[in-house]
């Protein structure tokens, strides 16, 4: 919809695979809960998820909706040269394909891919130390948090090869003067990654706002213990059941 405006939408239930039904599902439910927590930006920024099976096929958000109003039926289905693969009156943004088709192609455990731009995400990614070691949240991401430089909105299908070799085998990112950008096998992990990002980022600024000779950086003996502690992931399986309670309450009709 060339004028971005909301159209009904076919309920694809029980006309997708079982497997694409619920990748829509907890994508959708993705969106929501970003729209819940206040990091949307109105239609921008994106989040995809691989469609499981032998084909590089993913959803994307329909180009013109907001997050709020994502659903599963609504998702586009594309592939890595950015074709939509169903019948849909949305089409997608293309800075999107940019980002999420380099990840999704490079990694086989990239399942759900979630880029921000969220004030606070931005503000860190912004200053020239990064995240710092100031709170436990800082202290669980660092080990997984990887830096891209900023060329400028993401038109370029060059800088697919420089986003894949920066984050590596690495689920966080900093885009530099850009956002945050997370990476997860479910939508579980993609979701508690992101969610300690966003919330270490916020502590950061709250904290700098002292000034940054007034702020305690964490031991480094502390630094490497909780490394060690989380050396296999934040994981979010247990989380999850409870965010999507919290959606069902509060923002429902994600799974339609």
């Known amino acids: 919809m060339a004028d971005g405006s ?20 907890d994508l959708a439910a993705l969106y929501r809960l970003v729209a819940l927590h206040g990091w949307d930006d109105l239609i921008y920024t994106h989040i995809s998820a ?23 039926s609504s998702l ?5 040269e950015g074709n939509i693969l169903q019948e849909t009156p949305y089409f997608i943004n293309p800075a999107g394909f940019t ?10 455990d990239a399942k759900f891919v979630m880029h921000l731009h969220s004030d ?33 909105i993401a038109l370029n299908l060059d800088e697919r090869e420089r986003l894949v070799a920066d984050i590596g085998t ?5 885009l530099r003067n850009h956002g945050t950008l997370s990476v997860g096998e479910t939508a579980a992990n993609c979701w ?22 007034n702020v305690l950086f964490a031991p480094q003996a502390s630094q490497n213990e909780v490394k060690g502690q989380t050396g296999r992931g934040i994981g979010g399986q247990l989380a999850w059941p409870g965010c999507l309670r919290k959606l069902d309450r509060e923002l429902p009709g994600y799974d339609a």
Not at 13 to 23: D, F, N, T
Not at 99 to 108: G, K, L, M
Not at 129 to 149: F, K, M, N, R, T
Not at 170 to 174: A, Q, S, T
Request: hydrophobic share 45%; aromatic share 6%; glycine share 6%.
């Open 76 to 80: 586009v289905k594309i592939d890595l």
């Open 170 to 174: 690495k689920n966080l990112m900093l």
């Open 192 to 213: 508690v990654g992101m969610f300690y990002l966003e919330r270490a980022c916020k502590q950061q600024v709250m904290a700098l706002s002292a000034g940054r000779e």
């Open 120 to 152: 606070q995400g931005v503000a860190v990614a912004a200053q020239k130390e990064g995240l710092l070691p100031l709170s436990q949240h800082a202290l669980i991401v660092l080990p997984q948090l990887a830096y891209h430089d900023y060329e400028g």
């Open 50 to 72: 691989r469609i499981p099976g032998p084909e590089h096929h993913f959803l994307i958000n329909p180009y013109g909706l907001l997050f709020d109003e994502m659903t599963a």
């Open 6 to 25: 909301v159209v009904d939408v076919t309920s694809l239930k029980g006309k997708v695979s079982a497997e694409e039904w619920q990748a829509r599902v």
């Open 99 to 108: 980002i999420h088709s380099a990840i999704h192609a490079a990694r086989e």
